[in-house]
T-cell receptor
């Protein structure tokens, strides 16, 4: 069974600073990988996804993520954080033979002015 | 609207009562999922529907939980004899097709509080 670990429960960055949110997965093959963002009181919005090919994927809102097979990681990055990026971020794995997503525990991002 | 719609947005009920949560998926999406989001447990898969196939109920935590999907569209999640540990946000998602590579589109959830 697949699993996802997001080691950082909370992260605080200053507005304009760069951001990296960590995600490690456990899966027997190359998984399908997703990053979602959740603002308070709302559902999850898809930021980006990786299926195959180029290991650096671009998403919405200026986010990108890099798949590193050797490290079983799929870290999310943004060069310059905006106050509106404050939210909770979830990494998820979709199995090639399955249907549901397995989510990490989430990282709550706070942005200092 | 074009997104996944869930109702009610908030539900407060007494322990022991039954509750029904509704989900309207995106039109044309054949796959529908229910997840539960609670403090300390993160996001847990509950149940999955695909077309007319038998649902995958492997995530339902007890036989008090059930769900149905009528006409391949609207879904209802029912919790019988609610317990305080059922307090959580229940999220519904839909995708165009089944498969682990299908992006799931989420509703805003139903926040369920059991007194």
């Amino acid at each position: 069974a697949q699993s996802v670990t997001q080691p950082d429960i909370h992260i605080t960055v200053s507005e304009g600073a760069s951001l990296e949110l960590r995600c490690n997965y456990s899966y027997g093959a190359t998984p399908y990988l997703f990053w979602y963002v959740q603002s308070p009181g709302q559902g999850l919005q898809l930021l980006l996804k990786y299926f195959s090919g180029d290991t650096l994927v671009q998403g919405i809102k200026g986010f990108e993520a890099e798949f590193k097979r050797s490290q079983s990681s799929f870290n999310l990055r943004k060069p310059s954080v905006h106050w509106s990026d404050a939210a909770e971020y979830f990494c998820a794995v979709g199995a090639r033979a399955g249907n549901m997503l397995t989510f990490g525990g989430g990282t709550r991002l706070m942005v200092k002015p | 609207g074009a997104g996944v719609s869930q109702s009610p947005s908030n539900k407060v009920t007494e322990k022991g009562k039954d509750v029904e949560l509704r989900c309207d998926p995106i039109s044309g999406h054949t796959a529908l999922y229910w997840y539960r989001q609670s403090l300390g447990q993160g996001l847990e898969f509950l149940i999955y529907f695909q077309g007319n196939s038998a649902p995958d109920k492997s995530g339902l935590p007890s036989d008090r939980f059930s769900a149905e999907r009528t006409g391949g569209s609207v879904s209802t999640l029912t919790i019988q004899r609610t317990q305080q540990e059922d307090s959580a946000v229940y999220l519904c998602a839909s995708s165009f097709q089944q498969g682990g590579n299908q992006p799931q589109h989420f509703g805003d959830g139903t926040r369920l509080s059991i007194l």
